[in-house]
């Protein structure tokens, strides 16, 4: 089975900061690569798909980036609004896989 | 617009089965670009995939929970279905159902979740 291996799990930024998480495949997934932001009590919300596509209506300051084994997901200016805990899943087959999570929070 | 809607009973008892069923509407759940799957979330903890199917009925499952897990698929009723046997309180958890496209050109989508308790 392909694992994800997703760092850090936490990190403390302030506001304004470009914020960088990391998604690690065992294996290459090409690019069936999905990050998602959730808030405490909150549905997961779909920020990017196939690794780099960015979700209608998701702000321009999340990017998505990496095919193959290594991914990134990129927050340009962090606001207040995006502390959360973000996670990246694989779907390249019917056996879905999600990364450990990061919960990101304001310095 | 593409929408999925878990449902079934919010409270389990211990050792008995958890069913839920994920009603599709927007869409068909015979279109051979998906599978279809069930993801949970334990109070407090990650996501967790729990199994997946084809509309062909071709099943894939976690394999920790693969002895305790059946999925099946009534494309009659654009619906499909989760069993878990034997459930225990590490059951309880947020339930989600879930699409995944074959393609990169198309998002996942997901549920609203609902939560599944277990207890007496």
């Known amino acids: 089975d392909i694992q994800m291996t997703q760092s850090p799990s936490s990190l403390s930024a302030s506001v304004g900061d470009r914020v960088t998480i990391t998604c690690r495949a065992s294996q290459g997934i090409s690019n069936y690569l999905a990050w998602y932001q959730q808030k405490p009590g909150k549905v997961p919300k779909l920020l990017i798909y196939?690794?780099?596509t960015l979700q209608s209506g998701v702000p321009s300051r999340f990017s998505g980036s990496g095919s193959g084994t290594d991914f990134t997901l990129t927050i340009s200016s962090l606001q207040p609004e995006d502390v959360a805990t973000y996670y990246c899943q694989k779907y390249n087959s019917a056996l879905w896989t999600f990364g450990q999570g990061t919960k990101v929070e304001i310095k | 617009q593409l929408q999925l809607q878990e449902s079934g009973p919010g409270l389990v008892k211990p050792s008995e089965t958890l069913s839920l069923t994920c009603t599709v509407s927007g869409g068909s759940i015979s279109s051979s670009s998906y599978y279809w799957g069930w993801i949970r979330q334990p109070p407090g903890k990650g996501l967790e995939w729990i199994g997946s199917i084809y509309y062909s009925g071709s099943t894939y499952y976690n394999p920790s929970l693969k002895s305790r897990v059946t999925i099946s698929v009534d494309t009659s009723k654009n619906q499909f279905s989760l069993k878990l046997s034997s459930v225990t309180a590490a059951d309880t958890a947020v339930y989600y159902c879930a699409r995944s496209p074959m393609t990169t050109t198309v998002e996942v989508y997901w549920g609203q979740g609902t939560l599944v308790t277990v207890s007496s």
């Open positions: 196939a690794a780099s």
